[in-house]
């Protein structure tokens, strides 16, 4: 037996709860009752058992590198035959029963379902062999519906910044002009994506906090009488301001204008309705790492008609994030490149769930969870950031009062009531306070965060009644803890 198992990771006490677990476990190191009897004669119980103390000790200490280790010394015993995705399997049932949990508030990555977790310990499958085709034609079908589109829908291995580069490199050629309309960190972002291909950007200026003013956007492009805006680039969520921009204002104000339309919806789309045909635009990007609650690692790139015909005459120096290979290889079912199988499973798996539940319920639970932070914002003196009109369902940000110390907050937070929430970015840092409602978060989860965000802001000294922001948070959340009765 190697030494590893005698060492540290075997002091553990086998709790109650972990032996249950096992038992799940079992389902995945056994591959089922029929093969279970086979195996049995092999795996000595002891064996076995040592096994599982030493995953959990692992995935309890967080330690990629001890379960790996305790992978591979497995894999050179002579009593124990465990082929790596049945261990990787039962290590995925074990950390999600067995780690100490911690409630992740910040805007993604986002806590996922336990079937969404579980689908990352799939064995592996030839990404250029049939099951691969039938998992991205199912994919790309299922996320139509959410971006509000009948086109074709390309799958990126990156994370959201990738697909917005891909965008930006497949659609455009250098020194054409564009105009941007960014609303904080994200739209500046593309703006600079814009201008390292090699693009003439126009800014609309708009106050942080506030949304893209319609008006203002219809008034830059009917100046625009000889079209010389090749692009229009915008943000439907802002992440770093907790800004939602009205999507069908702006598509109004577009109206027939021919410039591409591109759209970060990375920390938008699946949260509220987004109807990319009705709108008229044409690149929209999100990310898995959001409201569609799958782990980080691809980026998904919605495409009209119009823009795949106009990419065929773009010049921007582009290899690896191109839209126009993704497509041809899409239409065989496949991507150019290796693509990260895995979270592909699990992107799989989460739209399952997406669409058995319903959008609208991911809508109505984003925009509930959303006014229930914000009340609560507002009676524990904390000012919302985003102004009225614009509020995102997926972040609240909220102004840190006169003389919060932000980065402590966040630290009591996560060290005491294991409650994750973001802090600002850029010019931001220090000044607010960030809460998403993205991800497997129950009404008792928020409850709880917001139960622990209030202890913590007591202790730093605001001047909170007690209890008084929890009962107006509690409020808007009163029909659903209804219904849990
Ligand atoms: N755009 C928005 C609106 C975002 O919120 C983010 C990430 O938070 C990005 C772009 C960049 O995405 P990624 O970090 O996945 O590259």
Known sequence: ???????RFCRYRVSAEFNERRRDADRYTDGGPVERTRTAARVRIPAAMRLGICVESAVRSCSVIAVRTLFDAYRHTATFTCDGARFLAMAAVCYHGAMPKQLLFIPGPVTCAPEVLEALAQPLIDHRGPEFAELLT????????????QGE?????SSGTGGLEAAVASAFSAGQRVLAAPVGVFGQRLCSIARTFGLEVDVIETPLGHAVDAQVLGRYLAADTRHEYAGILLTHNETSTGVANDMAALAAAIGNHPATVVVDSVSGLGASPFTMDAWNFDIVVTASQKALAVPPGLAMVAVSARAWERMALATAPNFYLDLRKARSFARQGQTPWTPPVSILFALDAALQRYHRRGAEQSYERHARYARAIRAFAEAAGLALFSRPAAHSATVVAMNAAAGLDVAKVRAELREEHAVVIGGGQAELKGKIL???TMGELSTVDVLRGL???????????????AGAPMRVARAELREELAAAR
């Open 138 to 149: 199912r994919v790309t079908t299922g996320l139509q519906p959410i971006f509000g589109t």
């Open 434 to 436: 960030r809460m998403g």
């Open 451 to 465: 139960e622990a965000l209030e202890t913590v802001l007591r202790r730093a000294g605001l001047p909170l009644e």
């Open 153 to 157: 829908i390309v799958v990126l291995g």
């Open 1 to 7: 037996m190697a030494p590893l198992l005698d060492g």
